[in-house]
């Protein structure tokens, strides 16, 4: 393997740190904790273990965690009754509706619903457009994690070229948004591109989130290139099991590009410490205290 191993295990510990200890001082100023409110409708065992995980590592970080589980058949009625008291709540900073939904509830009715300044999951359409013209509001955390770790390892992003594989409303449109804010030159491929391996191979930064396993290779790939691999996949593996791989080869493509995420260890971990960071932006803008610029 030549290409360098971009640790995003270990960078989301460091951002935890950093929130827990930005956390600790919010609570002595604002005489509370910052808290994050999360909904979880029916009993998806992914789900389930997600927000176990976000609840364990919110109050990790100092902050209050409210979760709220509620069955699978639960109105729809119900589920937005619910987002608009926690709107109202003065001790909840940040609300996360975990997705998807059963599918008699609208989820985008649900997000819609979610006060601009707590949708700390970034996908309201305000703070969609917010980003697309470039104003302060709340980031999808799985696209911002990308850019710290982007950043953390190439510094000024300015006039390099890259391709985000994927078009989603949740990682692929935001990361584009974000990486041209950086001033990068910035092409979106998906899965109507014509040509996708020519496309990839001129970029200097490769966004993979589309989804399908190991299906980026190393002939598609610039020699030094920045990988970072979004997916999470389940394969089958050895003795009936499964295994988690990424959009991306990790083994071919680590010979050619200049770093990598690896799947697991990668993009993965930064998603919730991103999470958590959203919460306390929204807990000191909540609050009318002052966060220094680049604290977090």
Known sequence: MSAALIDGKAFAEGLR?????????????????????????????????????????????????????????????????????????????????????????????????????????????????????????????????????????????SGLDAVVIGRSNIVGKPMAQLLLAESCTVTVAHSRTRDLAEAVRRADIVVAAVGRPEMITADMIKPGATVIDVGINRVPGAEGKTRLVGDVAFAEVAQVAGAITPVPGGVGPMTIAVLLRNTLVAAHRNAGLALAPGAI
Do not use: W
């Open 17 to 157: 740190g950093r929130v827990g200890d930005l956390a600790a001082a919010f609570e002595s100023a604002a005489g509370r904790k910052a808290g994050l409110a999360v909904v979880l409708v029916g009993a998806d065992p992914a789900s389930e273990v997600y927000v176990r995980s976000k609840g364990k590592q919110t109050v990790a970080a100092g902050m209050a965690s409210f979760e709220h589980k509620l069955a699978a058949d639960t109105p729809e009625a119900e589920v937005l009754a619910l987002v608009e008291t926690l709107n109202a709540d003065p001790a909840v900073d940040g609300i996360l509706v975990q997705l998807p939904l059963p599918a008699h509830i609208d989820e985008r009715k649900v997000i819609a619903a979610i006060n601009p300044d707590k949708d700390v999951d970034g996908f309201h359409v305000v703070n969609a457009g917010r980003l697309a013209v470039g104003l302060p509001g709340f980031v999808p955390c799985t696209p911002l994690g990308c850019l710290m770790l982007l950043k953390d390892r190439l510094g000024d992003l």
